[in-house]
T-cell receptor, first 111, second 112 residues
Framework: GQQLNQSPQSMFIQEGEDVSMNCTSS?????WLWYKQDPGEGPVLLIA?????ELTSNGRLTAQFGITRKDSFLNISASIPSDVGIYFC???????????FGTGTRLKVLA | NAGVTQTPKFRVLKTGQSMTLLCAQD?????MYWYRQDPGMGLRLIHY???????AKGEVPDGYNVSRLKKQNFLLGLESAAPSQTSVYFC???????????FGSGTQLSVL
């Protein structure tokens, strides 16, 4: 099925560093969602974006809805060990009730 | 503050057995979904429902059936389990089109 291009696929970072990841597509979307999934658990919604250019924060996490509506970005500031997990994006277009999903970014934090 | 609840959490089946996974949401959401998640494949939509009494096929519906007799519940059935159905299954729900999509904690199913 259709997927969003998410990068990087995985990353190792030092505790305290900032992290950036993004999702891109050739299609235009109306809503972007960002999730975190821990091993053996379901995806947990972190941030929802509804408007092009929108910048939304949730604690140390900040996400942006790309101005072209074809991409979105997630930043994590001052990473801590519990940030370890898989982050993925999801997006949908107007009038449809199905989301498509990114391939995920696996984050590993070195203490 | 339950959100989306899936039962069971784990299940092991033998090839040919049948079973039903239950999803319940307490948010009065119209839209409900069943996905499977496999390594390297991401989330794939099995079936979905746009309201009580409705169901529709997603990307990978073969071998599965669903029912939505009550608005809060969405059941996923495996008629005759096959090893290819070994996967992690997630239920999700959404209130309005384009709004937040909430997931359950998943069911790990192994078919031997």
């Amino acid at each position: 099925g259709q997927q969003l291009n998410q990068s990087p696929q995985s990353m190792f970072i030092q505790e305290g560093e900032d992290v950036s990841m993004n999702c891109t597509s050739s299609s235009i979307f109306n809503t972007w969602l960002w999730y975190k999934q821990d091993p053996g658990e379901g995806p947990v919604l972190l941030i929802a974006l509804y408007k092009a250019g929108e910048l939304t924060s949730n604690g140390r996490l900040t996400a942006q809805f790309g101005i072209t509506r074809k991409d979105s970005f997630l930043n994590i500031s001052a990473s801590i060990p519990s940030d370890v997990g898989i982050y993925f994006c999801a997006a949908t277009t107007s009038g449809t009730y199905k989301y498509i999903f990114g391939t995920g970014t696996r984050l590993k934090v070195l203490a | 503050n339950a959100g989306v609840t899936q039962t069971p959490k784990f299940r092991v089946l033998k090839t040919g057995q049948s079973m039903t996974l239950l999803c319940a949401q307490d948010m009065n959401h119209e839209y409900m979904y069943w996905y499977r998640q496999d390594p390297g494949m991401g989330l794939r939509l099995i079936h979905y429902s746009v309201g009580e009494g409705t169901t529709a096929k997603g990307e990978v519906p073969d071998g599965y059936n669903v029912s939505r007799l009550k608005k809060q519940n969405f059941l996923l059935g495996l008629e005759s389990a096959a090893p290819s159905q070994t996967s992690v299954y997630f239920c999700a729900s959404m209130g309005l089109i384009g709004e937040k999509l909430f997931f359950g904690s998943g069911t790990q199913l192994s078919v031997l």
